[in-house]
């Protein structure tokens, strides 16, 4: 169970620490300031995957007891050719693509330090960082629109 709350207090630190650094975001005062439907969508599939996540987390950790290890953990997502399917798409997708993803389109649309999303991942889930990153990138694209400078010719 200590594992468990050691990875709560991290994912809580990373994802507060992503609020922090991208907080120009989240202060008011520029049009487009209010969660759109779509952001409110990453959101709420965002908490809906983390719940979910700790859900069989603590299910897991209850069920192995002292046996519940990180080795443990991976041996299982490797059990049966469903869960080594799933598992792979998993590991190709949050360890290989996530990563380059955010950096390469987090330096074009904007959010500050987006390689952070993949740290929150570890701690998270992958649909929470995932999801969280589209909510960002979403409020950063109105931001950018909204702090355009007016052009002269206009």
């Given at each position: 169970m200590i594992s468990l709350l050691i990875h709560a207090v991290?994912?809580?630190a990373s994802t507060?620490?992503?609020?922090?650094?991208?907080?120009?975001?989240?202060?008011?005062?520029?049009?487009?300031?209010?969660?759109t439907s779509l952001e409110a969508v990453y959101y709420a599939i965002a908490v809906a995957s983390v719940c979910l996540g700790w859900y069989f987390n603590i299910r897991y950790?209850?069920?192995?007891?002292?046996?519940?290890s990180w080795p443990n953990y991976i041996s299982l997502l490797w059990k049966n050719w469903a869960a080594d399917s799933a598992?792979?798409?998993?590991?190709?997708?949050?360890l290989l693509i996530f990563p380059l993803w955010i950096i390469s389109d987090?330096?074009?649309?904007?959010?500050?330090?987006?390689?952070?999303?993949f740290v929150m991942s570890l701690f998270t889930s992958f649909g929470f960082s995932m999801a969280g990153y589209l909510a960002f990138?979403?409020?950063q694209v109105r931001y950018n629109k909204a702090h355009e400078p007016v052009s002269a010719l206009s």
């Open positions: 991290l994912g809580i507060v620490w992503m609020v922090r650094v991208n907080i120009h975001l989240f202060r008011g005062g520029w049009a487009g300031f209010r969660v950790v209850q069920q192995y007891g002292h046996r519940a598992s792979q798409d998993y590991f190709f997708a949050n987090g330096r074009r649309q904007g959010p500050r330090m987006p390689w952070g999303f990138v979403e409020r």
